[in-house]
């Protein structure tokens, strides 16, 4: 049996077996074509072939012959001596770079890479199985869940430094809402984004976002405050939040949040350019830029309708002050001298009504966006400074934890439990050598 036969497909089989069928008069010429899904004529010019060179004949005639586009055994031999000596430990993109620009030979990278495994050269890095991710509908009213992300990226140039751009998007439509650039990702970029977006359209429903220590607490510290209360404090964005009433929703991964990854990867591919274009180079400058033209620009080529026409945006209430929620917050406990001191800073409180004072009373300091501090005490205002000169951006005071009662009583108690263990220890070891004087001993104990 020759080399040729042993490679016959089942198909094949079945077609010689046809045609023989027809040689042999036991099948008609067009019911044969009609099996084979070929026309009569065709049928015709196999009848011929295998007449003329037997079963042979029905085979394609490039069988056993070399591909045109076959590479040369010297050249395969030449890149195996490379893979193995000067570029080893390049991967098969990077070495079919190098091989075309240093040593002058064109191959593709599905070529290299099928030369490397069939030598044996396993791949630099090995890619696991990719994870299923099932697709998620988007929402069916405009304000029903946003999504919110910060990317760091060289947004003026490579020659400029990274800058972050914090941007904000509508799941149902797609569109393009608010953005900030800032020097980095922090608290008051996003607090900043989310007074923006609820005095512009409103209160969305939910919001999606990623699980960033901005966002939520992600220690294990419980201080004895927050085990009465059987939750941790949130963080400054997570008390806004919770203050409107906006569900939170935490991506468990980069996919799940895709939708504003994709926005990222199409702003990183359009918005440097138009950037670079109109010569700007600030973050004032480009988040004027991005919220202006450029974002009804977008917005009118990408943004799509939403599934229903009704949007699901709740008006804020007007008792409702924005800039009190959409701030940092910290308690504090006023001292003798009617002053907060918090972070550094001295919050005199005047006088109440009637010359009356606040000394130990618990009060809500407000550090607003624009560098103003309040003092609220149930609700009433009891002091507003002005707006600094220079605006610095704020960041979240790291205070002491307050040393409550029931924590002193525990240090006491295990101090006691401590000298009880002494007492225990000298007793032993004073009824063991049957020493005198142990009134003494007892007395300098306590």
């Given at each position: 049996?020759?080399?040729?036969?042993?490679?016959?497909?089942?198909?094949?089989?079945?077609?010689?077996?046809?045609?023989?069928?027809?040689?042999?008069?036991?099948?008609?010429?067009?019911?044969?074509?009609?099996?084979?899904?070929?026309?009569?004529?065709?049928?015709?010019?196999?009848?011929?072939?295998?007449?003329?060179?037997?079963?042979?004949?029905?085979?394609?005639?490039?069988?056993?012959?070399?591909?045109?586009?076959?590479?040369?055994?010297?050249?395969?031999?030449?890149?195996?001596?490379?893979?193995?000596?000067?570029?080893?430990?390049?991967?098969?993109?990077?070495?079919?770079?190098?091989?075309?620009?240093?040593?002058?030979?064109?191959?593709?990278?599905?070529?290299?890479?099928?030369?490397?495994?069939?030598?044996?050269?396993?791949?630099?890095?090995?890619?696991?199985?990719?994870?299923?991710?099932?697709?998620?509908?988007?929402?069916?009213?405009?304000?029903?869940?946003?999504?919110?992300?910060?990317?760091?990226?060289?947004?003026?140039?490579?020659?400029?430094?990274?800058?972050?751009?914090?941007?904000?998007?509508?799941?149902?439509?797609?569109?393009?809402?608010?953005?900030?650039?800032?020097?980095?990702?922090?608290?008051?970029?996003?607090?900043?984004?989310?007074?923006?977006?609820?005095?512009?359209?409103?209160?969305?429903?939910?919001?999606?976002?990623?699980?960033?220590?901005?966002?939520?607490?992600?220690?294990?510290?419980?201080?004895?405050?927050?085990?009465?209360?059987?939750?941790?404090?949130?963080t400054q964005v997570g008390q806004?939040?919770?203050?409107?009433?906006?569900?939170?929703?935490?991506?468990?991964?980069?996919?799940?949040?895709?939708?504003?990854?994709?926005?990222?990867?199409?702003?990183?591919?359009?918005?440097?350019?138009?950037?670079?274009?109109?010569?700007?180079?600030?973050?004032?400058?480009?988040?004027?830029?991005?919220?202006?033209?450029?974002?009804?620009?977008?917005?009118?080529?990408?943004?799509?309708?939403?599934?229903?026409?009704?949007?699901?945006?709740?008006?804020?209430?007007?008792?409702?002050?924005?800039?009190?929620?959409?701030?940092?917050?910290?308690?504090?406990?006023?001292?003798?001298?009617?002053?907060?001191?918090?972070?550094?800073?001295?919050?005199?409180?005047?006088?109440?009504?009637?010359?009356?004072?606040?000394?130990?009373?618990?009060?809500?300091?407000?550090?607003?966006?624009?560098g103003r501090w309040r003092v609220?005490?149930?609700?009433?205002?009891?002091?507003?400074?002005?707006?600094?000169?220079?605006?610095?951006?704020?960041?979240?005071?790291?205070?002491?934890?307050?040393?409550?009662?029931?924590?002193?009583?525990?240090?006491?108690?295990?101090?006691?439990?401590?000298?009880?263990?002494?007492?225990?220890?000298?007793?032993?070891?004073?009824?063991?050598?049957?020493?005198?004087?142990?009134?003494?001993?007892?007395?300098?104990?306590?």
């Amino acid at each position: 049996m020759s080399e040729w036969e042993l490679r016959v497909s089942q198909r094949e089989i079945h077609r010689m077996h046809v045609v023989r069928l027809t040689i042999e008069g036991r099948e008609t010429v067009g019911r044969a074509a009609r099996l084979l899904g070929i026309s009569p004529r065709q049928m015709k010019r196999l009848r011929r072939k295998m007449k003329e060179r037997g079963v042979e004949g029905l085979l394609h005639g490039n069988r056993g012959k070399a591909a045109w586009n076959k590479t040369a055994s010297e050249e395969i031999a030449k890149v195996l001596g490379l893979a193995r000596g000067r570029y080893q430990g390049l991967n098969d993109t990077h070495l079919s770079e190098k091989l075309k620009e240093k040593e002058k030979i064109t191959l593709s990278r599905a070529t290299v890479r099928t030369v490397l495994r069939q030598a044996g050269i396993a791949a630099v890095r090995k890619r696991g199985v990719k994870r299923h991710y099932k697709r998620r509908e988007r929402k069916a009213q405009e304000g029903a869940l946003l999504l919110w992300d910060g990317s760091p990226h060289h947004w003026f140039g490579d020659q400029q430094g990274q800058c972050n751009l914090t941007a904000v998007i509508d799941d149902a439509t797609g569109a393009l809402l608010y953005g900030v650039f800032s020097v980095e990702e922090d608290a008051q970029i996003y607090l900043m984004c989310l007074r923006h977006i609820v005095l512009e359209k409103g209160i969305p429903l939910a919001l999606y976002m990623d699980r960033h220590g901005i966002f939520r607490r992600n220690d294990d510290h419980w201080s004895l405050q927050e085990q009465l209360a059987g939750e941790q404090t949130p963080t400054q964005v997570g008390q806004a939040l919770r203050a409107l009433g906006i569900e939170p929703i935490f991506a468990l991964s980069p996919q799940a949040k895709g939708r504003v990854e994709r926005l990222f990867n199409t702003l990183q591919d359009r918005l440097v350019q138009e950037l670079r274009l109109a010569g700007i180079s600030t973050a004032n400058e480009a988040t004027a830029c991005l919220n202006g033209p450029f974002k009804a620009d977008f917005n009118a080529r990408f943004s799509k309708p939403a599934r229903e026409s009704q949007a699901a945006w709740r008006p804020l209430p007007r008792a409702l002050d924005i800039d009190r929620i959409c701030s940092f917050r910290y308690d504090a406990t006023v001292g003798n001298d009617n002053a907060v001191r918090l972070g550094g800073m001295i919050l005199d409180i005047p006088a109440g009504p009637r010359h009356r004072g606040y000394a130990k009373a618990r009060v809500e300091v407000r550090h607003l966006l624009d560098g103003r501090w309040r003092v609220y005490s149930k609700n009433q205002l009891l002091l507003e400074t002005m707006p600094p000169v220079v605006q610095a951006p704020l960041r979240t005071l790291r205070r002491r934890q307050r040393r409550s009662k029931i924590g002193k009583n525990r240090k006491m108690k295990k101090a006691i439990t401590r000298n009880d263990r002494i007492k225990s220890r000298l007793t032993h070891d004073l009824g063991a050598t049957h020493t005198q004087g142990t009134p003494e001993i007892w007395a300098n104990v306590e």
